[in-house]
């Protein structure tokens, strides 16, 4: 069965039945106009002769210019005049990138999506017979190599965005770095507007470069905060505080700018005040946000009265449902106003875009390579970032491009982000290339274009191994429960969640949990409704004192009242659809890897202790001891605050389990729920058990520092218990 699905996944090897239309059509389309004045068209020869040349090829060229729209239809065009077919795949970092984009070039082809240019995203497949172009996500690339280790059936392969240098990515680049020696007829196009050549360079031998000249279609005004600011209409506030606002040592510093208004005056030649403004803003932190400041320069450019729609970066998760996302691309007959997060900042073009309002942060995962805890933090963006962003606007007509921080600050911050294998956590990329059978994940991964650190590589190995997913230390290969964790293809720490929903019988449960965790929440607070939105999820919670039991009532709600129930609740109808579908698709793997699944308790709260039991088992070591309202410390001793929007956010002396923490102002717990002292005893993984009290009692070391002391005889059930457990999953 898992063969024939992995199949079914691997579009190349579809035969190409049907003679897609010619060259005539693209010529017909009323965007061939546009098509010939980009950039990049005058260079679609020396691009086609470029890639027929060399192996490998970079094409360089500002945003804008035509190398995601243009490059795929120059080597379509140039197989279609010599009648020859070519299947050509080019990957996008996210599947909203991948469905525009697609969609953009099946118009400029005249043709309907599906003849000869098509996108497959998760959950949606819309190849056909005669589609020579695939617009993929990264993920599905790698799906496909799963089966088709060689892409067998593809003609090119086009990265698209390599500067942005994600994980996915990486680990894709290695797996083709490997294929190009197999297939020396597979070509490998690389592209990016903003991406240091050098290392691609060295990465891939006898690669070759091509540079499109010529700036975006229209120019762009581009200004600095000292710049923004007197055309302010007034600035409220700023000095009021006189300091930062922020709290606690919580993510970046401030950029190593001066913050002395005298400096500051001499520096940029500013008059006084603004010279004062200037330092104040200075001593801000990536995480201090100035909300007021962003609607301030929204209100001057709305009432300027000059046309256009306005694109603002913020740093977080704005959660924009994916019908929000549909609606940018409308255009509109008012004043278009979009916030975006990175998503919309490579790939995807909103018409009518004319001012790009950049804060200059993003919002990214780091591990904290000390206390080995990954936490999404707000930092200081790249200049790469931020180039993408100003190539937002003037792709339709003349743009400016506001810039909510200083020049200084700009000169301050790095070329390029750091590549997110050298700052995320490696457990899930160590899992896949064990059970790839790539070699030893150190030796593998030292082949990535920038490799991880030993040290977190080793934690990653650690890890896996405490959850009994390797053989050794070294990842050599899985064992049984590894295979079966790498085969439901989440995040292990959520396989083993289900896995032991199994004998703890509340596995439908488990299957929603998991598949939120490992997507996104689906519970909303809209501005100035926080209150209201707090309530319902308490509603939801009913008496569990846990959020992911509020979120499998709130699923399970959903599953009968659809839309009504979803905004009656406060929970977004998009994520719950999409949840679903995961769930569904978790529940068919889950069926494959599991032998029998028993049913689940009927009373709910046998079923809620259930939950509880096995969130404690599988979330361990993410435990914190909370001691006023929702102000703790986590097992390793860091402070940590349960989220305003948990329903635990007032809990006080008791212990909860957690999947995720994010570091904004505080070290935030997310997605908790508080447990018994019973079943922390049961299922954590303690480290010794100690009688004190002449035998009357029993101090048991959970972690270093972290002591429970209990009565000799209830330590005895509990350790006959755990031996039980401990059984079963050997
Ligand atoms: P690049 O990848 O070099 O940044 P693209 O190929 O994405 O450039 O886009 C080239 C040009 O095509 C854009 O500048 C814009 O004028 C036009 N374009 C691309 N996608 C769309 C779209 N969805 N709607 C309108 N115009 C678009
Ligand atoms: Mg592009």
């Known amino acids: 069965v898992a063969r024939q699905r992995s199949e079914a996944l691997d579009f190349l090897r579809r035969d190409a039945r049907a003679e897609p239309r010619g060259l005539s059509s693209a010529e ?35 945003t804008g210019c035509g190398k995601t729209t243009q490059v795929p239809q120059f080597i379509l065009e140039d197989f279609l005049q010599r009648s020859a077919h070519c299947r050509i795949v080019a990957t996008q970092p996210r599947r909203i990138s991948a469905v525009s984009v697609a969609e953009r070039v099946a118009k400029e082809r005249n043709t309907r999506l599906g003849e000869s240019v098509s996108f497959k995203i998760r959950f949606e497949d819309k190849i056909e017979d005669t589609t020579q172009v695939v617009f993929c996500t990264v993920g599905i690339l790698l799906k496909v190599m799963q089966s088709n280790p060689n892409l067998d059936g593809a003609t090119h392969i086009i990265v698209d965005e390599v500067h942005e240098r994600d994980l996915h990515t990486d680990f894709l680049l290695i797996l083709l770095r490997r294929v190009l020696n197999e297939r020396p007829d597979l070509k490998l196009v690389l592209m990016s507007a903003t991406v240091d050549p050098s290392a691609f360079q060295s990465y891939f031998e ?59 005056a001499e520096a940029l030649q500013l008059p006084m005040d603004l010279a004062t403004d200037l330092a104040w803003v200075h001593q801000q932190r990536p995480e201090d946000i100035d909300y007021e400041l962003v609607v301030q320069v929204v209100q001057m450019i709305h009432g300027s009265n000059e046309p256009g729609g306005i694109l603002i970066f913020m740093p977080g998760w704005f959660e924009l449902p994916t019908w929000e996302q549909q609606a940018i691309f409308a255009p509109q007959s008012g004043r278009k106003v979009v916030v975006a997060t990175v998503l919309a900042e490579t790939s995807i073009t909103v018409e009518d875009i004319v001012y790009v309002v950049d804060c200059g942060r993003s919002r990214s ?109 070294e990842g050599h290969s899985l064992t049984p429960l ?57 509603n939801l919670a009913q008496k569990s004192r846990s959020d992911l039991i509020a979120l499998v009532n709130a699923y399970e709600g959903w599953r009968v009242g659809k839309r009504d129930f ?15 579908r995961l769930r569904e698709d978790l529940r068919s793997t889950s069926r494959e890897v599991l032998s029998t699944v028993p049913e689940d308790h009927t009373d709910p709260d046998d079923l809620a202790e259930a939950c509880k039991a096995v969130l404690t088992a599988g979330l361990f070591p993410n435990l914190a001891w909370l001691q006023r309202r929702g102000k703790g410390k986590s097992i390793s001793g860091l402070p940590v605050v349960v989220h305003p929007g948990s329903v635990n ?66 330590a005895d059930e509990l350790f006959k218990l755990r031996q039980l457990v401990a059984n079963f999953l050997d």
């Not at 600095?224 to 300091?243: A, T, V, Y």
């Not at 082949?447 to 959850?467: G, N």
């Not at 199994?502 to 449960?509: A, D």
Request: with cysteine; charged share 20%.
């Open 28 to 62: 017909m389309s009323p965007l061939w106009g546009s098509r010939q004045r980009l950039p990049a068209f005058a260079l679609g020869p020396q691009i086609c002769a470029a890639i027929r040349r060399h192996q490998v090829t970079l094409i360089l060229g500002a």
């Open 206 to 264: 006898g690669i070759h470069t091509v540079s499109i000249p010529g700036k975006t279609n229209f120019p762009i005004q581009e200004l600095f905060l000292e710049e923004i600011l007197p055309k302010l209409p007034d600035r409220p506030g700023w000095r009021r505080s006189g300091k930062s606002n922020s709290k606690g040592s919580m993510g970046q510093k401030p950029l190593p700018v001066p913050q002395d208004e005298r400096a500051l």
């Open 365 to 473: 995962t780091f591990l904290n390579e000390d206390t080995k805890i990954s936490a999404l933090r707000t930092v200081w963006y790249s200049k790469a970032n931020g180039f993408q962003r100003r190539g937002r606007a003037g792709r339709c007509r003349p743009g400016v491009w506001f810039r909510l921080f200083s020049s200084l600050q700009w000169e301050a911050m790095d070329e390029y982000q750091l590549p997110e294998m050298q700052r995320s956590p490696l457990e899930e990329l160590c899992l896949e290339v064990a059970s790839l059978q790539l070699g030893r994940p150190v030796d593998f991964l030292a082949e990535a274009l920038s490799p991880p650190s030993k040290e977190v590589l080793q934690h990653a190995l650690e890890l896996l191994h405490r959850l009994g997913a390797v053989t050794d230390a």
């Open 482 to 538: 590894g295979e079966q964790l790498a085969r439901l293809q989440v995040h292990p720490m959520l396989g083993k969640l289900l896995l032991l929903s199994v004998p703890f019988r509340c596995h439908n449960q488990m299957l929603t949990i998991c598949a939120s965790l490992g997507y996104k929440s689906p519970f909303q607070c809209p501005m100035g409704m926080e209150k209201a939105a707090n309530q319902a999820r308490l």
């Open 566 to 580: 979803a905004r009656r609740n406060f929970l977004s109808h998009e994520t719950l659809d999409y949840i679903h």
């Open 649 to 714: 956010s007032t809990e006080e002396w008791s212990t909860v389990v957690f999947y995720e923490i994010q570091e904004t102002s505080n070290r935030f717990l997310y997605d908790s729920t508080v447990v018994g002292l019973a079943p922390s005893l049961l299922f954590a993984p303690s480290r010794s058990w100690r009688e004190v009290h002449r035998g009357k009692r029993v101090v048991v070391e959970l972690e270093q520092s972290w002591h429970v002391a209990v009565d000799v005889q209830v």
